[in-house]
Each structure stands twice: as C-alpha cells, then as structure tokens.
C-alpha cells in the first residue's frame, strides 16, 4: 500500500509537471494578442514555468514543444500573411516557414539542454548544503530563461543571415498598456526589464515553496520596485499635436499594372481632392509600398512639378527605386513643389524582402517576379518639416521593429514611420501597433506611426 501511494504521489506530480509547463506555453501568447485586457497575464507565465521544471525536471523534447507551441501560437498571424505574400503550390509556399519554425523551437530545445545540463552539474558538484536543490534549480532555470528571452528578442533570426530578433515577441511589450510599469525601462534597456519580469518570477516562487526571510525581503523588495512607477508617471515634454492634427494618411494602395501614366494621374488627383477638402493640410502620407512600379513616381514628380499653390504641402509617398545598387524600398519626400530626397530602407525583412537561402526554388518562392531589397547603409538624416516647427526622422516599417536602437545620430527627434500592414490581419496590426508604442517609450521618442490602418502620435510617455 506504501508503495502504491508513492508511486501514485510521483505520477501526480509528473502530471502537474507535464499541466504547467505547457500552460506556460499557451498563455505566452496571450498578452501578445490581446495585450489590453490580458496585459497582466505577464506576470503568471515564468511563475507557472518554474513551478513545473521544479515539480520535475522537463526534456528536451518538450522544450521542443514548449518552443513551437509560443511561436506558432505567437507569431502565426505573421506566418499566415508570409505565406500570403509567396508565390508556388501550398506545400511549397510552407517550406521556408516550416524551416523557420522548427529553428525558433529549436532554440527553445537548446535552452531546455543547457538548464538541465547546469541543473545536473551543480548537483553532482554537491557544494551549496546551505542551498535546497529547489533553489538551486529556480535561479539556474530563471537565469537561462533569461538568456533565451533575451536571444528571441535580438539574435534568434541569425539563420536568416543577420544577428537580429522578434522583437515583437517580447513580453515587455503588452505592458506597455500601462507605462508606468516600465517607467525603469529606458534606463536598463529591454535585458534589464526581462531580468526584472523574471527576478520577480523566481522570488515569488521560492517564496511559495520555502518562504524565508531572505526571500521574503527581495519580493516584496521587486514588488515595491515595479510599483514604484504608479507614483512616478512619466511626463511629456515634448509636444507634436500640431503635426497630427495638420497630417493625414491615405490607406490605399496604386498597382499600376503597366500603366503608369494612369496611375500616376490617380495619384495626383488623390492628392488634389485631399487639399481641396481639407486646405489646412501640411503634410500627406501614403504608407510603405503604396506604389508598386517603379515608373509611375517619375511621372507623378513630372505632374506634381506643373502644380500650383502647393508650395506648402509635404508628401511622403512609399514606393521603390532602384539604381546601380540594387532595388530598394523608398520613401519620396516631395516639398515645395518638388523632390527633396529618396529615402531608401536600411533593413530588408527575412523571406519576403531578402532571401534566408541561395537555394533557388526557395528564392523562387518570394522573389519570382521581383528583385531582393538591398538595403541602404547610410544613417538615416532628419528631414526640416517646415510649417510645424520641428525636424523629424522618416522610418521605414521593418527599421522601426527590428532595430535595438535608432540607426539615427539623433536623441530627441520626432520620428515619422510609414509602415505595410496590409498584409497581415487586425489582430497582428494591432501587435505591431504596440510594438511602436513600445519603441517611442523604450527610446523616448514620439513616434508619428502611418499606416493602412492607424495613424497615430506615440508619445515617448507611452500615451497614444
């Protein structure tokens, strides 16, 4: 009878084990999609995590699984519109996805082998008798999640030929609905806020599992420090409302379908019926990608120089160019009744931008029709807004997400983002809505973000 009770005392825990680790999992998402109502399920992931890997030590083959079950779940609104945008048969159009993630969950893989390699290292080392072994296993767990969240968000894409990140899987982001519970994060950077989320994760479980004095101290210690924020808001200074109010975007895009004159002409009477219904107008943007051919905005610049009383107005129109560099994505500033600069992207997106492979039928599958985007090298140089009274500085979508910090020499500057999120989802719109917002407060910027479906001031405050 002993041993029927122990041995059913060990399946129970495997059981609960096996429960909370791949609930952790699931609710990984969730404040990713839904960051305004499930903001605060952050803080439930990491302690359910390390109360698993403490009932019982996981594999790496649920670490396999615990990896392709967030990203999958996380990230398949962006998997869905890459795959949208591919050319082929189904089953071809799924192979460099497929490949991408199996690699994300092979990180996940990698993590859980180190943890438990450390884990059993320590224990055979035997020195730390003053340490309970479930202590032990908290802070090398905690420590290495660390290390892997950290390698998610800035270097998991160097299969894809750049030590880069996704950052929009960064659990800092849904926190942003309330700022003032980051309002330490532009000081430590993204590593000191994941560390934070995790020290408190790691305390609270220890807490739970043997509460002592010591460990009692440092949660309620992270606690007061996390709460500290609702006592120091963060204040704006800075203010561009004027440029919001006197701006507008225009949500449609031009194909010209080899006709570019037409086209162009669509253009300018956008343009026109715009100013007529709105005279106040200072600045017009036409979001990334909202002309496909290369032709058509020569023309409209030909077209828009024999207009008259438009001295005042800015356009930036997204479109592409090219030269003896390459293809680029560019963004055309008109003012005065003329061309000022092409601002052409420093960073091109994996897969649907840059091919991740030099095998030709994966190549096929996005670049079939069109060139590779080569990316711009220079810093990116602030544009004199005339009119408003400020400098800003033009982003271009992928720019703005996947770069740690700004690729400008600027501390302060307005930054304008146009941006494609047309091809992807509401759901998914809404993901990259926040990461924005997440970048005006993490570089403490205001960032004027322009898209297909939102056009909005992020405030470096975190306010929108």
Same mark, same amino acid.
């Given at each position: 009878m002993h041993r029927t009770s122990a041995h059913q005392s060990i399946n129970y825990k495997d059981g609960l084990a096996l429960f909370l680790l791949y609930f952790s999992a699931f609710l990984y998402p969730i404040p990713l999609l839904f960051p305004t109502s499930f903001w605060w399920v952050v803080f439930l992931i990491f302690p359910l995590f390390l109360q698993s890997v403490v009932l019982r030590t996981p594999t790496v083959l649920q670490g396999f699984f615990w990896g392709l079950i967030t990203f999958i779940c996380s990230g398949g609104f962006f998997l869905r519109g890459i795959f949208s945008l591919a050319h082929?048969?189904?089953?071809?159009?799924?192979?460099?996805?497929?490949? $991408?993630? $199996?690699?994300?969950?092979?990180?996940?893989?990698?993590?859980?082998?180190?943890?438990?390699?450390?884990?059993?290292?320590?224990?055979?080392?035997?020195?730390?008798?003053?340490?309970?072994?479930?202590?032990?296993?908290?802070?090398?767990?905690?420590?290495?999640?660390?290390?892997?969240?950290?390698?998610?968000?800035?270097?998991? &894409?160097i299969v894809c030929g750049r030590l880069e990140g996704i950052g929009i899987n960064n659990l800092l982001v849904p926190l942003i609905e309330h700022p003032s519970l980051l309002y330490w994060v532009p000081y430590v950077g993204t590593a000191g806020g994941l560390g934070m989320l995790l020290a408190l994760a790691g305390t609270l479980v220890t807490c739970v599992l043997a509460c002592t004095r010591t460990s009692l101290i440092f949660l309620i210690g992270i606690i007061i420090f996390w709460l500290m924020g609702v006592v120091m808001q963060p204040q704006d200074s800075s203010d561009h409302g004027n440029l919001l109010q006197n701006s507008l975007v225009i949500p449609q895009r031009?194909? =010209?379908?080899?006709?570019?004159?037409?086209?162009?002409?669509?253009?300018?009477?956008?343009?026109?019926?715009?100013?007529?219904?709105?005279? %106040?107008?200072?600045? $017009?943007?036409?979001?990334?990608?909202?002309? =496909?051919?290369?032709?058509?905005?020569?023309?409209?610049?030909?077209?828009?120089?024999? %207009?008259?009383?438009?001295?005042?107005?800015?356009? &930036?129109?997204?479109?592409?160019?090219?030269?003896?560099?390459?293809?680029?994505?560019?963004?055309?500033?008109?003012?005065?009744?003329? $061309?000022?600069q092409l601002i052409h992207k420093n960073h091109a997106n994996p897969l649907t931008e840059r091919s991740i492979s030099n095998i030709s039928g994966i190549r096929s599958v996005y670049f079939d029709t069109i060139p590779e985007i080569i990316p711009d090298t220079r810093r990116r140089i602030a544009c004199l807004f005339e009119g408003f009274g400020c400098d800003a500085v033009v982003y271009i979508c992928s720019e703005l997400f996947f770069n740690s910090r700004p690729h400008d020499h600027y501390r302060k500057k307005l930054i304008i983002a146009l941006c494609n999120d047309a091809w992807v989802g509401k759901i998914a719109q809404r993901q990259m809505l926040m990461q924005a917002r997440f970048k005006a407060f993490l570089w403490q910027r205001d960032i004027m973000y322009c898209t297909y479906n939102y056009h909005a001031l992020l405030k470096s405050s975190g306010a929108n």
């Amino acid at each position: 009878m002993h041993r029927t009770s122990a041995h059913q005392s060990i399946n129970y825990k495997d059981g609960l084990a096996l429960f909370l680790l791949y609930f952790s999992a699931f609710l990984y998402p969730i404040p990713l999609l839904f960051p305004t109502s499930f903001w605060w399920v952050v803080f439930l992931i990491f302690p359910l995590f390390l109360q698993s890997v403490v009932l019982r030590t996981p594999t790496v083959l649920q670490g396999f699984f615990w990896g392709l079950i967030t990203f999958i779940c996380s990230g398949g609104f962006f998997l869905r519109g890459i795959f949208s945008l591919a050319h082929g048969s189904c089953v071809y159009r799924s192979i460099p996805l497929v490949m $991408l993630t $199996l690699v994300m969950a092979s990180w996940a893989a990698v993590w859980f082998w180190c943890a438990t390699t450390l884990s059993k290292w320590y224990m055979a080392m035997n020195r730390m008798h003053s340490i309970t072994v479930d202590t032990i296993y908290i802070v090398i767990w905690t420590c290495t999640a660390w290390l892997y969240l950290l390698w998610i968000d800035r270097g998991c &894409l160097i299969v894809c030929g750049r030590l880069e990140g996704i950052g929009i899987n960064n659990l800092l982001v849904p926190l942003i609905e309330h700022p003032s519970l980051l309002y330490w994060v532009p000081y430590v950077g993204t590593a000191g806020g994941l560390g934070m989320l995790l020290a408190l994760a790691g305390t609270l479980v220890t807490c739970v599992l043997a509460c002592t004095r010591t460990s009692l101290i440092f949660l309620i210690g992270i606690i007061i420090f996390w709460l500290m924020g609702v006592v120091m808001q963060p204040q704006d200074s800075s203010d561009h409302g004027n440029l919001l109010q006197n701006s507008l975007v225009i949500p449609q895009r031009y194909q =010209s379908l080899n006709a570019p004159f037409g086209t162009a002409h669509a253009l300018l009477d956008c343009v026109r019926n715009c100013l007529h219904k709105n005279p %106040e107008l200072r600045l $017009l943007v036409f979001p990334e990608s909202a002309v =496909s051919d290369l032709d058509v905005l020569p023309i409209f610049e030909q077209l828009w120089l024999q %207009e008259k009383n438009v001295q005042h107005i800015h356009l &930036l129109i997204g479109g592409f160019s090219a030269d003896n560099k390459g293809y680029h994505n560019t963004i055309y500033w008109f003012y005065r009744g003329k $061309l000022q600069q092409l601002i052409h992207k420093n960073h091109a997106n994996p897969l649907t931008e840059r091919s991740i492979s030099n095998i030709s039928g994966i190549r096929s599958v996005y670049f079939d029709t069109i060139p590779e985007i080569i990316p711009d090298t220079r810093r990116r140089i602030a544009c004199l807004f005339e009119g408003f009274g400020c400098d800003a500085v033009v982003y271009i979508c992928s720019e703005l997400f996947f770069n740690s910090r700004p690729h400008d020499h600027y501390r302060k500057k307005l930054i304008i983002a146009l941006c494609n999120d047309a091809w992807v989802g509401k759901i998914a719109q809404r993901q990259m809505l926040m990461q924005a917002r997440f970048k005006a407060f993490l570089w403490q910027r205001d960032i004027m973000y322009c898209t297909y479906n939102y056009h909005a001031l992020l405030k470096s405050s975190g306010a929108n």
